[in-house]
């Protein structure tokens, strides 16, 4: 029974947040206890099987495009069910369930209808195995300064956030205590992370089994303590060996595991660039390989780079913004365009914060590394200036909100160019035309700080600054 739950739970576990996990266990811990004084032998979950995990298009969850943190944004719940993507975050007062049938989190605005407020009649409320889960305590304004912010005060919230939900749901322990004396066995990360590292490392292990021990590694080596032990057990090390596989689906597996093991995480950030990833990582960037390869190696060299100013020095080095730029050249990456703009916008903004910020001794050494960090002549005399603006032609607002915050930090060093260019001109004024438009009719809504008055506010400071 031990091994069933566990391998039922484990593909799509992992899809869901650590709230809804809790949520889960607590349900399961209900199903079981409830059941255990019958000696029921069946155990609902079991009944899960791998056929069962599809989506309504029959594909199976979460292989084609996994979230990533740059995935990152915001859920607008309507009135309808729509299903929450990994990752996702909630506005406050959202009713979010998790659909058994499924193990998708769905989530829409409260039913005014049944005269529910949306907030504390939903706690807990079960129904036809759909479970109610507590909405992420957030404003959809917090949310966007929440996203904002550096990676570091990300992963600070996410953990306030999981301690939140820890003290809710206080009975863990008792919890475990229970499933052991019904002969549950649950693993520690650590055993598990030891049976995926072996799998993986096994010459008796086929392709599949490698590529889904990646993939379940990935989930683990978020956590800072994981990763440090992943560190420690040999697991980095044969990821970025891993990127140099002749297998594409196992470089792209390689490069996600390394990427949410590094984010935020500077001992494996210093193990990595020492054992070699960050040139493995930009030869996979500069070469003929698949988009979700390299977008994958994207994310990793983007979460290698943040907050690591010596990392950032080599890779200027190593001609790493030529090969984002060449990116650029290249039919069908344009995916990855928007991501290359956040990054360099982040690595930019990160060295002017902390300029700017009050600071004492201990970071005078970091403000030293990053003084050798050239990014921003780098930038401009690597035409830059020219090719950013381009993508304001995209027509997706999320796209060229950031596009509009790198223009924005760049037009302080790219002046001339920008004001001699008569298509970045127009390009302005007809955004500004179209986001009036769409912050009025916001206003009206009621919305008075709203989204569309935001990117207005930023097209209008641009164009100000041309001026
Ligand atoms: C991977 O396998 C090789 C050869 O079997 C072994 O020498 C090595 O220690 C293993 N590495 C890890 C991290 O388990
Ligand atoms: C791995 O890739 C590097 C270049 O990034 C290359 O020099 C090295 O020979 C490769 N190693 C193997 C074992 O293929």
Same mark, same amino acid.
């Given at each position: ?6 391998? %039922?739970?484990?593909? /799509? %576990? =992992? ?30 979950? $079991? ?15 979460? #292989? ?16 309808? /069910? ?19 049938? $499924? ?7 409260? @039913? =005014? ?43 600070? !919230? ?30 520690? @990360? ?24 990646? +993939? ?5 080596? &978020?956590?800072?303590?994981? %990763? ?12 970025? *060996? ?9 470089? !792209? ?34 070469? *003929? ?69 009050? &600071?004492?001794?201990?970071?005078? *050494?970091?403000?030293?590394? +990053? ?12 035409? /830059? ?13 999320? $796209? ?17 160019? +920008?004001?001699?260019?008569? #298509?970045?001109?127009? $390009? ?6 179209? +986001?009036?438009?769409? %912050? ?20 209008? #400071? ?6």
């Amino acid at each position: 029974m031990s091994v069933q739950l566990l391998v %039922a739970m484990s593909p /799509w %576990a =992992r899809l869901l947040s650590t709230t809804a996990r809790v949520s889960l266990l607590l349900l399961l811990g209900s199903v079981l206890f409830s059941c255990s004084s019958q000696r029921v032998p069946e155990f609902a979950l $079991t009944k899960i099987e791998e056929s069962d995990i599809k989506d309504d298009s029959g594909k199976e969850l979460g #292989t084609e495009d996994d979230a990533d943190p740059e995935d990152l944004e915001v859920f607008y719940p309507t009135d309808q /069910w729509q299903t929450l993507r990994p990752g996702q975050a909630v506005p406050a007062g959202s009713h979010v369930r998790l659909n058994l049938q $499924t193990g998708e989190r769905e989530a829409k605005l409260p @039913d =005014r209808e049944n005269g529910e407020t949306g907030t504390r009649e939903q706690r807990g409320r079960k129904r036809l195995g759909k479970v109610d889960l507590d909405a992420n305590s957030f404003t959809s304004e917090e949310l966007k300064k929440a996203l904002a912010k550096m990676k570091e005060s990300e992963k600070a !919230e996410r953990k306030a956030r999981e301690e939140e939900v820890r003290k809710k749901f206080r009975p863990i322990e008792q919890l475990k205590e229970e499933f052991e004396k019904l002969n549950m066995k649950i693993e520690t @990360d650590y055993e598990i992370m030891v049976k995926l590292i072996s799998k993986f490392n096994s010459s008796a292990s086929t392709l599949d089994e490698k590529v889904a021990a990646l +993939y379940d590694l990935e989930y683990y080596v &978020h956590q800072v303590d994981n %990763a440090k032990d992943f560190l420690s057990m040999g697991g980095l090390q044969l990821v970025i *060996e891993g990127l140099n596989s002749s297998e594409a689906s196992l470089k !792209e597996h390689a490069a996600f595991v390394l990427g949410a093991a590094l984010s935020s995480n500077p001992k494996v950030q210093i193990e990595a660039i020492e054992g070699g990833a960050l040139q493995k990582l930009l030869v996979i960037l500069a070469t *003929e390989q698949p988009l979700a390869v390299r977008k994958k190696a994207l994310f990793a060299l983007s979460s290698m780079l943040r907050h690591f100013p010596y990392a950032q020095q080599q890779f200027l080095k190593l001609g790493g913004l030529q090969v984002l730029r060449s990116l650029f050249r290249q039919k069908g990456m344009e995916p990855l365009h928007v991501r290359v703009v956040t990054l360099l916008y982040d690595l930019i903004m990160e060295k002017m914060l902390l300029e700017d910020s009050q &600071h004492g001794e201990q970071m005078e *050494e970091k403000i030293q590394q +990053y003084q050798q960090v050239r990014l921003v002549p780098a930038v401009v005399e690597q035409g /830059w200036c020219a090719l950013v603006p381009n993508l304001l032609a995209m027509p997706e607002h999320d $796209t060229r909100e950031k596009v509009l915050k790198l223009v924005g930090v760049l037009v302080a060093f790219c002046r001339e160019h +920008y004001r001699g260019d008569p #298509t970045l001109g127009t $390009t302005l004024s007809l955004l500004r035309s179209e +986001y009036e438009e769409l %912050a009025a009719e916001e206003q009206r809504e009621g919305d008075k700080d709203g989204y569309f008055r935001e990117l207005l506010g930023s097209i209008n #400071t641009i164009i100000q600054e041309l001026r």
